[in-house]
C-alpha cells in the first residue's frame, strides 16, 4: 500500500516498511527524518534529501545523516553567478530566479515578476530544484512568506544586503515544511 507518505524504520541494514509516493518518514536511531525525491519530466531524478525532524535517542535503530543529493550533477555555478548580477543590479527590490532541471541540463528560468523593496511575487517555475530570490537592501533571511512558500520540496537561497560590499546570504533545503541549512558551495558546482 503506497500513499502519499510512508512510514520506515531506520534498521543497521537500511530502512525498512512501506514507502510513500510524496516522502517517507524514517525513524533513526538520532531521531526523526522526512525523505524525499523529486523527479523531473519523464521521470529523471532531479533532487534527494534527508533531512531531521526532531533529534532524539532510539536504542537499537541504525543513526541516519542529512544529506542532499543532486543526481544528476550539482547545478552550474555561472546559474548563480547569474543571478547574483542581476539582483546586484537593482538593489533597492526583491528579484527572483530558478534552476530548473529538464532535459537532462539545468537553466535558469526568470519568470515575470513584480516587485517591490519588500516583495517579489511571480509565477512559480515547473520542475524548480532550486530557488533563488533578493532582499535588497534588507538582511538575508528566511522570513515568514519565505516559510510558507517553502512547503514543498527545492532548494531555496535569500540574498541580502546588496547595497553592501560583501552581501549574505542564506540557504536550505525545503522538504515539505522542514528545512535544514546548506551552504552555497554545496548547490553549485
Not at 47 to 76: C, D, I, N, Y
Not at 132 to 155: E, I, K, L, Q
Amino acid at each position: 500500500m503506497n500513499g502519499i507518505v510512508g512510514y520506515l524504520v531506520n534498521h543497521p541494514d537500511g530502512p525498512r516498511g512501506d514507502s510513500g509516493r510524496a516522502y517517507d518518514y524514517i525513524m533513526a536511531g538520532n531521531g526523526l527524518f522526512v525523505r524525499a525525491e523529486k523527479l523531473g519530466q519523464g521521470g529523471a531524478p532531479l533532487l534527494r534529501a534527508t533531512v531531521q525532524v526532531a533529534e532524539t535517542q532510539v536504542r537499537g535503530l541504525a543513526p541516519l545523516v542529512e544529506s542532499m543529493v543532486f543526481p544528476q550533477g550539482k547545478p552550474p555555478e555561472f546559474h548563480w553567478h547569474a543571478f547574483l548580477a542581476m539582483a546586484k543590479e537593482r538593489p533597492s527590490v526583491e528579484a527572483y530566479a530558478a534552476v530548473v532541471g529538464r532535459d537532462g541540463a539545468y537553466h535558469l528560468a526568470v519568470p515575470e515578476q513584480e516587485v517591490t523593496g519588500a516583495h517579489v511575487e511571480y509565477q512559480a517555475v515547473a520542475d524548480t530544484v532550486v530557488d533563488m530570490h533578493s532582499h535588497g537592501h534588507m538582511g538575508a533571511w528566511f522570513s515568514t512568506t519565505d516559510n510558507a512558500d517553502d512547503r514543498g520540496f527545492r532548494v531555496s537561497v535569500v540574498l541580502g544586503r546588496l547595497d553592501m560590499l560583501t552581501y549574505e546570504v542564506e540557504a536550505r533545503v525545503s522538504v515539505y515544511g522542514y528545512h535544514s541549512q546548506v551552504y552555497v558551495g554545496d548547490i553549485f558546482r
